[in-house]
């Protein structure tokens, strides 16, 4: 399971009338579901001392919700003209893609211990986020229902760790 979450929220500031302060928060989350496959490529270069680089790649399910609400400053829940308040629960479900790319430094201590240094880059595309959901115009729950999958990140960053065998 790899998980993406997004929001995205609006506060207005407060006017001299109705309604005064609105908040609008669009949440987005991407559940991919599958099974990753991948390699792994060590160089020695040193007894103790090698580099690796692990490749993997995912083709998922991506099952995905969106919720929209309308709500005052002071909380409570705005409504649409028909009264059904302004709180729309959407669903979808895509097919998505996941690469990433772990390269590192690990030294060898022992034959039972390691130690390493890395760097990760994931990218994870056909997924919805908040801005793709944002209202142009809120006037029915259909205006705001309905998910637009499509978009794409990039995570990265640094990690360390240590192994153990026995």
């Given at each position: ?20 302060t ?18 792994k ?7 103790r ?7 993997k ?5 991506n ?22 308040p302004v709180?729309?629960?959407?669903t ?5 893609w ?6 590192g ?29 944002w ?30 065998r026995?």
């Amino acid at each position: 399971l790899f998980e993406v979450e997004d929001v995205l929220a609006l506060s207005s500031l407060p006017g001299g009338g109705p309604p005064g302060t609105l908040n609008l928060n669009v949440a987005t989350n991407n559940d991919l579901y599958g099974g990753q496959i991948g390699a792994k490529f060590d160089w020695r270069f040193l007894p103790r001392l090698r580099f690796s680089a692990v490749p993997k790649f995912l083709l998922a399910g991506n099952a995905i919700t969106n919720t929209t609400t309308l709500a005052t400053g002071s909380g409570t829940q705005a409504v649409f003209a028909s009264g059904a308040p302004v709180n729309v629960h959407s669903t979808l479900g895509v097919f998505s893609w996941l690469g990433s790319v772990d390269t590192g430094l690990a030294w060898d201590v022992t034959d039972r211990w390691t130690l390493s240094l890395g760097y990760r880059v994931v990218g994870v595309g056909n997924i919805a986020q908040a801005d793709g959901q944002w209202p142009s115009l809120i006037a029915t729950p259909a205006s705001i229902s309905g998910i637009a999958a499509g978009s794409s990140t990039i995570i990265h960053g640094g990690f360390a760790g240590f192994e153990g065998r026995w």
